[in-house]
């Protein structure tokens, strides 16, 4: 009989926003949702800098330009409206790169490394304050990130990132903890030991999102929703000096934005840009939401409100709200073709019943607890499993992509260095100076299409089954144990060794 039982109770993906978008819309006032303040364009206008997205990287990317030149003409395209992508519906975890600070080590030295892993910690640092300064009450939360083993496969995953921290003398940024420390943090039957970024927070992010939206709005930053950017191109005779012009489309018709600079804050959907495809997987990502169970929650001891990540590649991610629910994600999504984003990104019930799964199983006793929501979007993977930032030729196209399902904190940190490259800067600022921008950071490319969605569809097959066989304490099949390890064989930075 229990196996008959929907774990989505019944809930479709993919039929209404986010919970997380509603809630934030629904307290929004309505003179600022209102479709006149962020019109669609039409017809031809001209700024300094044209943003193709209007999610974290876009606002951040325009508020840091607003700053450095209050007078320069901004204008933001967004084919939905703020948030309306995974800005307002991701699982709302800020956290920093301590637990992949060997990665960052091998790519770009000690040094740099841990300069990088440093400056996200300060744009962490810096996001309660400006929430506070601009009354974006998003439910920031600082209370760290927790990292778990939830079977044998996982013990001391973060091993190998502890001992960095401690060799380059940063030791209190990612600990690793004993069962029993984890356990006073929350009880589970299947977890084990884990690790700690005591520096990381949870936030309600299509607050975070809509939020950046109004204080934009407030800045004179033009923002035009539900307007596609169709390309762009230098006119012809112009000799490459004229401005760059972007073609865009939205239901009230054509439109035309002539700009100096153009920031492609665009995430996932950027993948089906020749510049960018070559180097960026779509993969999707769900989320599910049960009802107010605070007093469950105080049955199984989280109550701390930390973010906690298992250790498998499928990861599941879990966090409380401030009413007692709790949102988890993860389990294994699916790859994209091409870089096209359509509904197997928002309407696949079979990854979102996987994160219910992950509920179950982290935590058996809530399995009468009802899920109210379930949401996915797509995350923009690259080769390193980190952003990278730069200029197309040219000079005057610059992008920040390939968050991999991190993006909350890093588009911070990316708003800055995209203000920079876009304004001149880039020589003089300390972000941008990151080994994170430019050439240097460029990831590895993907095989072409159809390869690329072929051989991710047989990867991640074989890696569900190999992290879910581990889970239950079987061992994986010697072709699931093959197929899952090939991305590494080959070079790439994906999946277990
Ligand atoms: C389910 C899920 C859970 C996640 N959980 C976390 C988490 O807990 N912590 C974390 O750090 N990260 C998480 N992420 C990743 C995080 O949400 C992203 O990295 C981050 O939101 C990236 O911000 P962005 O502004 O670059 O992209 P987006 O928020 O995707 O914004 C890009 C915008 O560009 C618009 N756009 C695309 N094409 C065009 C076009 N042609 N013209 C105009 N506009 C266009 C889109 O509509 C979109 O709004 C998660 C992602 C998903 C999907």
């Known amino acids: 009989m229990s196996d008959a039982v929907d774990p989505l109770d019944g809930v479709r993906p993919g039929e209404r926003r986010s919970y997380w978008l509603r809630e934030a819309l629904a307290t929004e006032p309505p003179e600022l949702a209102a479709a006149a303040v962020a019109p669609q364009l039409t017809g031809r206008a001209r700024v300094d800098v044209a943003i193709i997205g209007g999610g974290y990287t876009g606002l951040w990317t325009a508020l840091a330009i607003a700053d450095r030149h209050p007078d320069a003409r901004i204008a933001i395209l967004e084919a939905d409206i703020c948030g309306g992508g995974p800005s307002g519906r991701n699982g709302g975890f800020v956290t920093g790169w301590w637990d992949e600070l060997p990665g960052l080590i091998h790519r770009f030295g000690e040094t740099e490394a841990v300069r990088t892993a440093r400056a996200l910690d300060d744009a962490i640092d810096s996001l309660g304050p400006w929430c506070q300064a601009h009354g974006v009450d998003a439910s920031l939360r600082g209370a760290g990130f927790l990292q778990v083993s939830a079977a044998p496969a996982q013990d001391d995953v973060w091993a190998e990132a502890v001992a960095a921290c401690e060799r380059v003398g940063e030791a209190d940024r990612w600990t690793a903890l004993t069962a029993d420390e984890v356990a006073a943090r929350v009880h589970s039957p299947v977890f084990r030991g884990g690790a700690f970024m005591p520096r990381a927070a949870t936030i309600q992010p299509a607050v975070l999102a809509r939020g950046l939206r109004r204080v934009a709005l407030e800045r004179g930053i033009a923002i035009h929703e539900r307007t596609r950017v169709r390309g762009w191109s230098v006119p012809r005779g112009g000799g490459g ?187 003089d600022d300390e972000a941008a100076s990151l080994p994170i921008v430019g050439d240097g950071a460029t990831p590895r490319a993907f095989p072409p299409e159809p390869f690329r969605y072929v051989g991710a569809r047989i990867f991640r097959e074989a890696l569900v089954r190999r992290e879910s066989a581990e889970e239950a304490g079987r061992r994986p099949s010697r072709l699931a144990r093959a197929v899952s390890g090939v991305p590494r064989r080959l070079g790439y930075h994906l999946g277990p060794e």
């Open 241 to 427: 000096g004229g401005p760059l012009i972007l073609r865009t489309s939205s239901r009230r018709g054509a439109g035309r934005l002539e700009a100096d600079q153009v920031v492609v804050a665009a995430n996932a959907w950027a993948a089906a840009w020749r510049p960018f495809g070559s180097r960026l997987l779509t993969w999707s990502s769900y989320i599910v939401l049960t009802e107010p169970i605070p007093d469950r929650l105080e049955e199984i001891g989280w109550t701390g409100g930390e973010g906690i990540a298992d250790g498998r590649f499928t990861l599941h991610y879990g966090r409380t709200t401030p009413d007692g629910r709790i949102a988890l994600g993860g389990g294994g999504g699916r790859a994209g073709f091409g870089g096209r984003i359509g509904r197997p990104f928002t309407h696949d019930a079979g990854s979102a019943r996987r994160a219910a799964e992950g509920l179950r199983r982290w935590f058996p006793s809530l399995a009468g607890v009802r899920i109210e929501d379930a949401w996915g979007g797509p995350i923009d993977v690259d080769d390193d499993h980190r952003p990278w930032f730069g200029t197309l030729p040219g000079g005057r196209v610059h992008f920040g992509l390939g968050y991999s399902g991190n993006g909350v904190a890093p588009s911070i940190l990316g708003g800055r260095i995209l203000a920079a490259l876009a304004t001149g800067h880039a020589a």
